[in-house]
Each structure stands twice: as structure tokens, then as C-alpha cells.
Nanobody, 123 residues
Framework: QVQLVESGGGLVQAGGSLRISCAAS????????MGWYRQAPGKRREFVAA???????HYTDSVKGRFTISRDNAKNTVYLQMNRLKPEDTAVYYC?????????????????WGKGTLVTVSS
């Protein structure tokens, strides 16, 4: 049974940084593409970033150059380092698994979601 537990969210001022984490269990983590997603109030959940099992990454345009996804296969954990945060980054952030980088962008195809972690960026 897949379990995804996100943590590390909080309140940060615009321009600040935050690193969030996602601990995964019930999967072959090191061979799985992992992605980060977010859902802002009143908006649909959207793709943010993903990393394949071999370290290839992909980011949505709005976070390129500011966010960095990484993973620690020994800890079954994926991270999202967020720098130069903006108020529009405010959202609940979720992680999820995918079969490929392309599949990681198909948010509507994903059935299971963890509880997420709330990131609030004040102006």
C-alpha cells in the first residue's frame, strides 16, 4: 500500500526559502519517478516538478530557476527546495509517484494523494 507523507511547509516571506519533504513507503522508490504538485485555494491541482529514477528533472515554467527537486533513495524521500518564493506559490504541496516524467504531468490520472503540506508566502 502506497503511503506518501509530506512535511516541512510553513509561513515564509516573499523572497524567502523553504524545503519540503515527502517520505514514501510501499513502493520501489529508487525505480520510481517522483513528482511534486500544488493546489492553491480555488484552483486545480497542478504539476510543479518531477525527477525520474535516473535523476532527470522537469519543472513547470513558473518555478524554473527557483525550485529544485532532489531525492534520497536511501531514505525513500523526495525534496523540493523552494527559493525566491512568491505569494503566488502559496498552496498545499503534494508529492506523488509516476511511471515516467511524461506521466508525472498527468495530474488528473492520479488517484491517491497524501495530506499535503501547506506553504504560505506572505507579501
Amino acid at each position: 500500500q502506497v503511503q506518501l507523507v509530506e512535511s516541512g511547509g510553513g509561513l515564509v516571506q516573499a523572497g524567502g526559502s523553504l524545503r519540503i519533504s515527502c517520505a514514501a513507503s510501499g513502493i520501489m522508490f529508487r525505480s520510481t519517478t517522483m513528482g511534486w504538485y500544488r493546489q492553491a485555494p480555488g484552483k486545480r491541482r497542478e504539476f510543479v516538478a518531477a525527477m525520474s529514477s535516473v535523476g532527470t528533472t522537469h519543472y513547470t515554467d513558473s518555478v524554473k530557476g527557483r525550485f529544485t527537486i532532489s531525492r534520497d533513495n536511501a531514505k525513500n524521500t523526495v525534496y523540493l527546495q523552494m527559493n525566491r518564493l512568491k505569494p503566488e506559490d502559496t498552496a498545499v504541496y503534494y508529492c506523488n509517484t509516476a511511471t515516467s516524467l511524461i506521466a508525472s504531468m498527468s495530474v488528473s490520472d492520479m488517484d491517491y494523494w497524501g495530506k499535503g503540506t501547506l506553504v504560505t508566502v506572505s507579501s
